[in-house]
């Protein structure tokens, strides 16, 4: 495996980026000489760290090398910058990149989210968006309180086809928490849990500064069943229970959720419980 490899496998690790740049400062004492790839994941090992000194550095070798020109290198020391906190820096390397690419302006746009009107800038003049891009001027919006353009971001994505990712949602539900738009943030809500996102969902139920309604847990139980998870779909009937103990829809979702997994055990207990509290079937729920 190369020198080149194995660095940007620390890197990618997210746990072991002073050892990329040890290995690099190794690679290069051994006259070995490193290339665009190297350079790139050293810069981001440093972005990682927020040690843009140690960065310049690097910077400083791509360029006598004749690399500093490449976009991958030229990315990874904007991303450095933004992470460091030197924006001015950032906006700079990005102002000389030659040919600014997807990933450029992403890494400048993410950036300049603690300058919202900049950072609309940016993204305003690029040609392509991806779901980094529009999620990060979602997020840059829903973090500065502004709900609506956060809102109309999102609906400006799924219009050009683009499929937003659990960051998006959680952005967008942020969005809408902050400034109490309950239906439309029970509409993206909903959203995420026919996308699977599951785990997200509950961990922005968790999030919320007032406790979860019946519906809300009821809508993760369906959801649960649809995808299989058993164990939120559990914790799910819980909180619904906790609330309306004699509630037989979350009883019936349950029991549903186990029958789908072969749980047969689990569906008698719960088909027993019912009888001795004397639950009848509702219609409409199966």
């Not at 919202?116 to 979602?138: G, L, P």
């Not at 906790?242 to 207990?269: C, F, M």
């Amino acid at each position: 495996m190369s020198w080149t490899a194995i660095i940007t496998a620390y890197v990618q690790s997210g746990e072991c980026d002073i050892e990329a740049i040890e290995l690099f400062c190794r690679m290069i004492s051994g006259q070995i000489q490193p290339n665009q790839f190297s350079f790139s994941s050293v810069l981001k090992a440093c972005g990682n760290l927020s040690d843009p000194y140690i960065g310049e550095q690097v910077y400083g070798y791509a360029v006598k090398l004749g690399l500093a020109s490449v976009n991958c290198v030229g990315n990874s020391l904007i991303s450095m910058y933004a992470k460091s906190g030197r924006m001015e820096d950032a906006r700079k390397a990005f102002d000389i990149l030659f040919e600014k690419n997807l990933v450029s302006y992403n890494a400048i746009v993410d950036g300049l989210c603690g300058n919202i009107e900049s950072a609309f800038q940016v993204f305003d003049q690029m040609e392509d968006w991806n779901v980094i891009s529009w999620t990060s001027m979602i997020t840059g919006f829903a973090k500065h309180g502004f709900a609506a353009r956060a809102l109309e971001m999102f609906r400006k994505m799924l219009e050009t086809g683009t499929k937003p990712n659990e960051i998006t949602f959680v952005a967008v539900l942020s969005a809408c928490s902050h400034v109490g738009m309950i239906s439309e943030g029970r509409k993206h809500f909903n959203s995420m849990y026919e996308s699977g996102l599951l785990v997200e969902a509950m961990e922005f139920i968790n999030s919320m500064l007032f406790m979860a309604d019946t519906l809300v847990w009821r809508t993760l139980l369906g959801a649960c069943r649809v995808h299989g998870n058993t164990e939120l779909g559990k914790h799910a009937a819980e909180m619904i229970l906790e609330q309306e103990p004699n509630d037989p829809a979350a009883y019936i979702l349950l029991s549903n959720l186990h029958a789908s997994a072969g749980q047969w055990r689990d569906v008698t207990k719960i088909r027993k419980s019912m009888k001795e509290r004397n639950l009848i079937k509702e219609a409409g729920y199966s």
